[in-house]
């Protein structure tokens, strides 16, 4: 059965050329240009992901993530043009799992979109051994091995990995990793994480320039990118 994806964009140009895209890789298309009927047809129907512009005629993109999120979990990619950083943060925050800003390829599109489905049908979050490439991170028993050899990471360079790898491929903001890892807010423009970022990068021999396992989004936070060894 092919994949259903929901398109809510008012371009018709890139609605189109999306929606042919998509075709031509064997998902199932429906497209609005409004965001209250999207939200319509997510009540009445179920899809696998939601492509979602955030400049819409009838509401803002950021709002309807807050009412396609009372409704449903289904995932959410923003694709706009009108990513400044806060925007992108805010989107993210209240529950985008990934965006891409106009102009993209299609390439690119379709590859972002088969890492969120694979993600949401794993159930990532339930598994607890990883491998990745030469590094293998065991959550359950709190393991790091890279190249068969053990690296030791402090408890809080663990959890902040840990909470990584189970959103793998979804961009999380600076604000959501401190508040999962220490529970709030930080209070020091979160150069705390990135102090701890780089010292997980270097432990696990990740590199800053060409990263095999976290990569930075600037402005925004960190996404793990590693290929998932089956």
């Known amino acids: ?8 964009e008012d371009d018709i140009g890139i609605e189109r050329l999306v929606r042919l ?33 955030l400049g819409l005629p009838d509401i803002d993109g950021v709002i309807l993530i807050d009412k396609i999120r009372e409704v449903s979990e289904i995932p959410i990619i923003i694709i706009s043009a009108r990513f400044k950083e806060d925007e992108k943060v805010e989107a993210l925050e209240k529950g985008a799992d990934d965006f891409l800003t106009k102009p993209f390829g299609v390439n690119e599109l379709i590859a972002r979109i088969k890492v969120v489905l694979k993600r ?46 189970q959103n793998h491929g979804k961009v999380c903001t600076h604000k959501m990793i401190h508040e999962k890892v220490w529970g709030y807010s930080a209070n020091d423009g979160y150069q705390s994480l990135r102090v701890f970022i780089g010292n997980i990068r270097r432990k696990i021999h990740d ?23 089956e």
Do not use: A
């Open 1 to 8: 059965m092919y994949q259903k994806i929901l398109i809510i």
């Open 21 to 53: 895209s998509l075709q031509d890789h064997k998902f199932d298309v429906k497209s609005t240009t409004l965001g209250l009927e999207g939200l319509e047809y997510i009540k009445d129907n179920t899809y696998d992901l939601i492509l979602l512009d």
């Open 120 to 165: 949401y049908q794993t159930n990532i979050i339930e598994r607890s051994l990883f491998k990745f490439d030469q590094l293998s991170v065991d959550l359950e028993n709190r393991i790091v091995t890279v190249e068969g050899e053990s690296s030791h990471l402090t408890p809080i360079e663990f959890n902040i990995l840990k909470y990584l790898i």
């Open 207 to 229: 590199d800053v320039v060409q990263p095999k396992y976290i990569s930075t989004e600037s402005g925004v936070g960190y996404r793990f990118v590693g290929e998932i060894n």
